[in-house]
């Protein structure tokens, strides 16, 4: 019996998966130079931290956690997403009480029981960043634009951005009851009644046709902002259009999670159908509240791995810089020679030449089938002969040329003509 990566899974495979690490290191590079700190909380936490921190009624806790007793007769849960643990380790070692912003990023594993199809899977990978403790829309501009920088260094042009503003608890409650005036006079199903009333602004959100054609008319919610969030809002759009950051406004922008207030934003891909999320994010001013902190204001944003890099394939950008493959491929004839090319590997890699050897003892023919396969421009040989001239045959694997060069001075020789 042969197993398979169960159901919504994938795995990432060379040269494939270099993809996936040049998507976390373009995603990451911006707010590392921007003083986010990175942390790692458990792939697992406390089921309640979910529920609370994500909202009861979203999708994601009402139909797509993973969750299970553990041997304890704890309720578990696999992460479904980054923001409500980031949030519990900030308040759990008091990044609170020092300065602020706490500045942090992440990356990692989700998980989610969803319809699995391209671009929505079990099991994903998102890199994410957050600022808590300060209410300031720099700080809201600042994680767009760092965003917006990731994408743009791994060269994807198709990559818009909305933006909307979801109100705070000062005038949100208004626009709330007057959505829910417009939504309960449609024809609705059940359970979309039933969201209605739970939660209306995820009803915006409602990709139905059916659903959608209903839509037209429903109250926006930038028309029923407070001064202070008008303001707000202003001032993010501004420093955005001000840093060259094109945006789009989208007053019908809702996004799943119950926490977010204020600055909403989505990173679509037209590349990718009807999974063109590539990331999103905002700001959570109740968060901290919710799951039992103190008042914590934050702001942050997750981008998605996986569909990022289908976002790559579709531009056309998927040639890998790298593939896994190496610079240089070591092949020796004799005991003696692979020794000698063992320990001169080593010295290659220390000075930053990616190197491999034949391994399993194939003849010579092997070994430079190996050598060609691999992708390498030079090939290193030591032959008994040339053991005995205390040097290697250095071939450049593109012209075939092929010159002796002693021994001591290969890794100079091969790293000067690998950087000229
Ligand atoms: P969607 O509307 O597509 O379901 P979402 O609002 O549930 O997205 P978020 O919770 O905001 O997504 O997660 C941020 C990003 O993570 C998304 O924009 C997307 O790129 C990625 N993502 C979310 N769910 C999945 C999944 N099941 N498979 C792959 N990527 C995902
Ligand atoms: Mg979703």
């Known amino acids: 019996m042969s197993f398979q990566a169960p159901k919504g899974t994938f795995d990432w495979m060379p040269p494939r998966s270099e993809l996936a690490l040049a998507v976390r290191d373009a995603m990451s590079a911006p707010v590392r130079r921007a003083g986010y700190g990175y942390v790692e909380t458990p792939t697992f936490e406390d089921t309640a931290l979910f529920a609370r921190g994500v909202g009861e009624s979203t999708d994601i806790v009402s139909k797509e956690m993973y969750t299970f007793e553990d041997k304890g007769g ?32 992440y990356s990692g594993s989700f998980f989610r029981y969803e319809r699995a199809q391209k671009g929505r899977y079990r099991h994903f990978s998102q890199v994410g960043a957050e600022a808590l403790g300060v209410e300031d829309p720099a700080l809201d501009a600042e994680l767009i634009q760092l965003a917006a920088e990731g994408f743009a260094s791994l060269g994807l042009t198709g990559v818009r951005l909305l933006l909307n503003s979801l109100g705070c608890a000062a005038c949100r409650p208004a626009y709330r009851a007057a959505l829910q005036d417009f939504l309960r006079a449609l024809d609705l199903d059940d359970a979309t009644r039933a969201r209605v009333e739970l939660n209306p602004l995820r009803v915006l959100d ?23 969030c008008k303001g707000y809002h202003e001032e993010v759009r501004s420093l955005l259009t001000d840093a060259g950051v094109a945006f789009a406004d989208d007053p019908r922008l809702v996004r799943g999670l119950d926490y977010y207030t204020r600055t909403t934003f989505e990173f679509v891909h037209d590349g990718l159908g009807s999974q063109s999320a590539v990331g999103g994010g905002g700001r959570y001013d109740g968060l901290s509240e919710m799951i039992g902190g103190p008042p914590l204001p934050g702001v942050g944003w997750a981008i998605g791995v996986d569909r990022t890099v289908l976002a790559l394939e579709a531009e056309g950008l998927a040639a890998p810089r790298s593939s896994g493959g190496v610079q240089v491929y070591g092949v020796a004839l004799g005991d003696e020679a692979r020794r000698l090319l063992f320990s001169l590997l080593i010295e290659l890699r220390r000075a930053g030449v990616t190197a491999d050897m034949a391994f399993g003892g194939k003849g010579l023919k092997g070994a430079m089938k190996g050598a060609d396969r691999s992708g390498a421009t030079y090939a290193v040989i030591i032959g008994e002969r040339d053991l005995a001239a205390g040097a290697a045959q250095v071939k450049d694997l593109a012209s075939g040329e092929q010159a ?17």
């Open 74 to 105: 704890r309720s578990i849960t696999l992460r479904p997403e980054g923001t409500a643990s980031t949030v519990r380790a900030v308040l759990q070692h008091g990044l609170q009480n020092g300065p602020l912003p706490a500045k942090v990023w």
């Open 206 to 228: 409602d990709k139905r046709p059916e659903v959608r054609a209903q839509l037209g008319g429903a109250p926006l919610v930038t028309d029923h902002l407070c001064e202070a």
């Open 404 to 420: 002796a060069v002693p021994l001591a001075e290969i890794v100079t020789t091969l790293k000067e003509r690998l950087t000229q």
